[in-house]
């Protein structure tokens, strides 16, 4: 009890930000952001990135905690960030978010109380097989009695992977957030401005996976995950043209490929990508939802198709735009252009997880 009281204060007393790395660990790679703030805006001191080998991030859990142990040592030993703090993220379907509501006016140690005590009702496994954290959002329009808490839960034994490859590493992870968070966290502070009023639809399209945020006023009102990305694209050239599986990755990327690629395999996969983001909205209309989605923003290494948000704004007449999270940073002359276009898209949630720094 008195523990726990104290473990509250702590958190009370803890006014300095600790200053973190954000380190996006997921299926194809391992990104790192490292971020300053200068007086007006954010500069962009370091971006790293480590490719992975297939299946050593299945379903969103390590499957070999040293092996990912090793690749972060090469990675951060690379960009001499040894012995960083950093924030890292589980994703997706391994994290059940629930939006709750709670009593307001409750202490810190109340809340917990509380939470503990409902949190059961909401998880499909025991609450000691689990890690559960909770942020309590602001107060019910019409219920000034009541306060709105976001609850997310993951079971422990996967979040553990993930803080040992990391602590093995040799870095201290100081935050373990969730991806969709991160996300939210990127756009409120780098883009939400551009689109103050508007409902907006972020689409990460990745390697397997493909996410849905929807975001009004900044904040996110939908999530959806679709087993769907960018691998199946390298599948399809991987046998249209005998390829290794490694050959036609390389060469999607740099697009040399025959000239019937584009015809024959490239527009019918980004027609496939537009028609999956229409059937994610559909799921986020049909959840009862009702304001419209007035822009969509893409990002994800995927996203890096070009002509791809022509395809998907004749599908789905909207307006699309790429995210390039560092577009009005400020950028470390030890970054080149081109590693920056390469990645940029792809690191939102790397980001968002650097911005903890400032943000908390
Ligand atoms: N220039 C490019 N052109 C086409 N596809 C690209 C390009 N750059 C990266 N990709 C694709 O983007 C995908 C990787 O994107 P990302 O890094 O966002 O995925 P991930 O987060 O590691 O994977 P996931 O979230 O699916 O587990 C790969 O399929 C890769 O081939
Ligand atoms: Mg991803």
Avoid at 102 to 125: C, K, R, W
Avoid at 260 to 280: C, G, K, N, V
Avoid at 320 to 328: D, G, Y
Wanted: proline share 4%.
């Amino acid at each position: 009890m008195l523990q726990h009281r104290m473990e509250a204060l702590n958190m009370i007393f803890k006014r300095a930000l600790p200053k973190v790395i954000g380190m996006d660990i997921s299926g194809t790679s391992i990104k790192v952001v490292k971020l300053s703030k200068l007086e007006h805006a954010y500069q962009l001191d370091v971006l790293g990135y480590e490719p992975l080998p297939p299946n050593l991030v299945q379903e969103h859990e390590i499957q070999n905690v040293e092996e990912m142990a090793r690749h972060i040592k090469n990675l951060v030993s690379r960009l001499k960030l040894d012995n960083s703090q950093v924030a890292i993220a589980i994703s997706g379907s391994a994290v059940i978010t629930k939006v709750i509501e709670m009593n307001a006016g409750l202490t810190e140690y109340e809340q917990e109380i509380h939470i503990e005590s409902v949190a059961d009702q909401y998880i499909p496994f025991p609450l000691s097989e689990v890690a559960l954290d909770y942020d309590v959002v602001g107060p019910i329009a019409n219920q000034p009695n009541k306060v709105e808490v976001l609850l997310a839960v993951a079971r422990s034994e996967l979040v553990d992977k993930y803080k040992t490859a990391v602590e093995l590493a040799g870095l201290t992870p100081m935050y373990i957030d969730v991806e969709t968070y991160a996300i939210e966290r990127g756009y409120h502070a780098l883009l939400h401005d551009q689109y103050p009023d508007k409902v907006v639809a972020v689409v990460n399209v990745g390697n397997l996976v493909t996410t849905l945020n929807v975001l009004a006023n900044g904040r996110t009102t939908y999530t959806r995950e679709q087993l769907f990305g960018g691998k199946q694209l390298t599948e399809e050239i991987q046998a249209q043209y005998s390829l290794s599986f490694e050959e036609a990755e390389k060469k999607k990327r740099a697009n040399d490929l025959p000239a019937d690629y584009h015809q024959e395999i490239l527009t019918p996969f980004m027609q496939t990508i537009a028609q999956q983001i229409a059937r994610s909205l559909q799921f986020y209309y049909s959840s009862g939802e009702h304001r419209d989605i007035q822009q969509i923003l893409l990002a994800g290494g995927s996203s890096n198709i070009i002509g791809l948000t022509e395809v998907i704004e004749a599908e789905l007449h909207l307006p699309v735009a790429l995210i390039h999270p560092f577009s009005k940073m400020k950028i470390s002359k030890q970054i080149s252009e081109e590693t920056l276009q390469a990645y940029a898209s792809s690191l939102t949630a790397a980001c968002g997880l650097a911005l903890r720094s400032f943000t908390g």
